[in-house]
């Protein structure tokens, strides 16, 4: 088995910017989904009452930074040929279900920062630094913005399942290699 040696995509694989930015935000966003379930059930006398949260805030604006780095790199990359097996429909439902993941992200992303902000108050990043926060946007931010940031994360979990299971597909029934494209793997020629 040999790995790739690229930075930048080309026209067979992903470079690893790509790829490392790919499962870092997997895990992160992953994490964020179970740590977001497990905060809002904590009671006041709880230890991780107050953490949790700034955790989940903080982890939440590095994955923010993180999705506008990588749609900035990958419009300015090209993307790797799908594999010629591949039918017209699969590159159709697979190009579909990424660019509702990406905005599935944002949608989770921009709520969550609404249920911060609500009441005008700033993101305050641990003690290090404080987001100033707008002024209300509308009439009960807070919980408005809380049932969208529930759902959407929700739908994206669900669509993440249906995204991976289609990468174990792609791998062990199709073998061909869009996983191990995003693995850095180099398939022998
Ligand atoms: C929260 C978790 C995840 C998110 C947000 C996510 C997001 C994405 C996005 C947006 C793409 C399109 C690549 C691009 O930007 O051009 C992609 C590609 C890919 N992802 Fe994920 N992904 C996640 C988890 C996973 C998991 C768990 C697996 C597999 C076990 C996986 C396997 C792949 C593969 C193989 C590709 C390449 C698909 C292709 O070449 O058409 N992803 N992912
Ligand atoms: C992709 C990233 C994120 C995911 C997957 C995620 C996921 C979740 C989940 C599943 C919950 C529990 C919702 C419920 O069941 O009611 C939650 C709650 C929450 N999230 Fe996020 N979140 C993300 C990003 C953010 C960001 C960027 C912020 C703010 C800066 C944020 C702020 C909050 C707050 C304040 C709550 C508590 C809401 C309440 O008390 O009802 N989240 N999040």
Known sequence: MR????FKNNQSSFGWVAIITHWLLAILIIGLYFLGDYMIDLGY?????????KIHEAVG?????????????????IEPTPPASNSKLVNLASKI????????????LISGLL????????????DWFT???PAEFFENQASTAG?????AALA??????????????????????????????????
Do not use: C
């Not at 249920?115 to 641990?126: D, H, K, N």
């Not at 049932?147 to 759902?151: F, T």
């Open 45 to 53: 006398y709880d230890q991780w009452y107050t953490l949790a949260p």
């Open 147 to 151: 049932e969208i940031h529930e759902l």
């Open 97 to 108: 279900a990424h660019s509702v993941i990406y905005i599935l992200t944002f949608v989770i």
């Open 3 to 6: 790995f790739i040696s690229n």
């Open 61 to 77: 604006i590095l994955v923010l930074a993180f999705m506008v780095f990588r749609i900035i790199w990958r419009r300015t990359n």
């Open 156 to 189: 994206l979990m669900a669509l993440v399942i249906l995204h991976a299971l289609a990468a174990f597909k792609h791998h062990f029934i199709d073998k061909d290699t869009t996983l191990s494209n995003m693995l850095g793997i180099k398939e022998k020629q």
């Open 115 to 126: 249920i911060s902000f609500a009441g005008g108050q700033g993101l305050e990043i641990f």
């Open 131 to 133: 987001i100033p926060g």
